[in-house]
């Protein structure tokens, strides 16, 4: 059987856009630091790492052994009827003090969908067991993006995702406007953007009724929905909001967390402590699924050491002790090698050399970012305020491998989150890159805008 005969037997090879590189030349083999390698041995710049999930980069021989040592030692046994592991235990100690604030108290799971569904039902839990039945909803923005399970896809801010499985009619998830300050800002100012959304909030928790309204979730930048980047004062202020209605703040850190932004966490930028944040991805850097809900004392504190009773249902592999201990050998290295400060200087070296690259380029409306979350925005240079069209975005996904890295477009949005190890001359090879695709993509816009103009 050829690799290609064996990819169509993935399902997920039905739900890809098949752009003009094949399936078998997108089949990746290896990896190491911020490349990977295909089957035919062709090098890739990984400028997505992965799915913005292998912070650590490729092919950590560390987390190999950390994952070796463990398998031989116990492979499994479940954190469910009074057990526990050591590296399950050693990992919800180390996340207690990583985590702003009293966030102290871990529930582990396998995937980001999973963390959000605990986080949310951790919510409901608590509300249940301060008496306060009543309280269920759950409030969440346009744009967002949680999960791909039934729970998470009912607080998904992107309508086409979700359209297949409204029938099934959620009750009690509501969104409210995200702030996207490059289409929302208009002519006034950030303070305005995040004045306008906010009392958007607080109208739709009146509106519920506070007393229905559990938690409201949010992820600190919203990152599939385009790597969108509140002003700084957003989270502060949905603090405030869920203190005086007394609603629980979940933050959604799947991406955030562990170092992307420039800091340990998204909320870390401004100093706040949400009820509950869910975390993925960047706990293991991906070399094992690993996910996790995390909880303030004074939620923790309303379920006693003492009690008999289950609340939030852990599933199989909650706290499993290969995950855990891959977990805390990529937590040694992110703060061994700096990882965090590193993604702070070298995205604002990513973005201050992509800007350079790409300054004469009209259709580039925005670059922006957050530590080395990075996104290019793109508007339609003839049209003002409209973002340029879908198909010419979504063709940087291929120009980007024909050049020879990774990254994802989609919508107006060009995205780029490398791993957080990336050196400054891996940087400046990446800025170059992506200013050859857009200039590239600039003149092929410039031509055809010209050849309207000759036969008009
Ligand atoms: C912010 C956010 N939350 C949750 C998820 C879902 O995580 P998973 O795909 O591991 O279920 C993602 C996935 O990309 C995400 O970006």
């Known amino acids: 059987m050829t690799d290609a005969d064996m990819i169509k037997h ?17 089949m ?20 997505y790492a992965g799915l913005a999930v292998v912070n650590v980069g490729h092919g950590r021989a560390e987390i190999a052994d950390a994952v070796r040592e463990q398998v031989a030692k116990l492979a499994y046994y479940p954190t469910t009827r009074q057990f526990s592991n050591p590296p399950a235990a050693q990992l919800a100690a180390r996340l207690a003090t990583l985590t702003p604030g009293d966030l102290k108290y871990t529930l582990f799971a396998v995937s980001g969908s999973e963390a959000n569904e605990r986080s949310m039902q951790i919510a409901r839990m608590y509300w249940l067991k301060v008496g306060r039945p009543r309280k269920y909803k759950v409030i969440s923005l346009t744009h967002g993006y949680h999960g791909a399970t039934l729970g998470t896809l009912a607080i998904c801010g992107q309508p086409d995702m979700v359209r297949a499985y409204e029938p099934l009619a959620w009750q009690g998830f509501r969104k409210v406007t995200a702030p996207y300050p490059m289409w929302d800002r208009g002519a006034g100012t950030d303070e305005d953007l995040v004045r306008r959304c906010a009392d958007q909030l607080v109208d739709a928790i009146r509106e519920e009724d506070p007393e229905t309204v559990a938690a409201v979730i949010l992820e600190p930048c919203l990152s599939s929905g385009g790597s969108i980047i509140p002003p700084l004062g957003w989270l502060e202020r949905v603090r405030d909001i869920c203190d005086e209605l007394d609603v629980l703040m979940i933050a959604d850190e799947v991406i955030t967390g562990f170092g992307r932004t420039g800091k340990w966490f998204g909320v870390d930028h401004e100093n706040v402590v949400p009820d509950l944040m869910s975390v993925a991805k960047g ?8 996910s996790a809900s995390i909880a303030r004392a004074k939620l923790a504190d309303a379920f006693p050491e003492n009690s008999r009773e289950e609340n939030v249902h852990p599933n199989t592999y909650c706290g499993h002790p290969v995950a855990c201990a891959a977990a805390l050998a990529n937590l040694a290295i992110i703060e061994r090698e700096n990882l965090v400060k590193n993604a702070e200087a070298m995205g604002a070296r990513l973005h201050a050399a992509i800007e350079t690259q790409v300054r004469d380029c009209a259709i580039v409306g925005e670059v922006r970012s957050r530590g080395l979350m990075l996104a290019l925005d793109f508007a339609d240079p003839d049209r003002r305020g409209q973002p340029l069209d879908r198909k010419l975005v979504a063709s940087l996904n291929t120009r980007a491998l024909d050049k020879g890295y990774i990254a994802a477009a989609k919508d107006s949005v060009f995205r780029l989150a490398p791993p957080l190890c990336i050196s400054a001359a891996e940087v400046d090879e990446l800025a170059n890159l992506v200013g050859e695709t857009v200039r590239e993509l600039q003149n092929e816009v410039t031509r055809a805008a010209r050849s309207k103009v000759a036969t008009a």
């Open 28 to 47: 990746i083999e290896r990896g190491e630091g911020v490349y990977v390698w295909n089957r035919k041995g062709r090098r890739l710049f990984d400028a």
């Open 283 to 290: 706990i293991t850097s991906g070399y094992i699924p690993l």
């Open 10 to 26: 993935l399902w997920t090879h039905k739900t890809q856009d098949h752009p003009s590189w094949s399936d078998e030349d997108l």
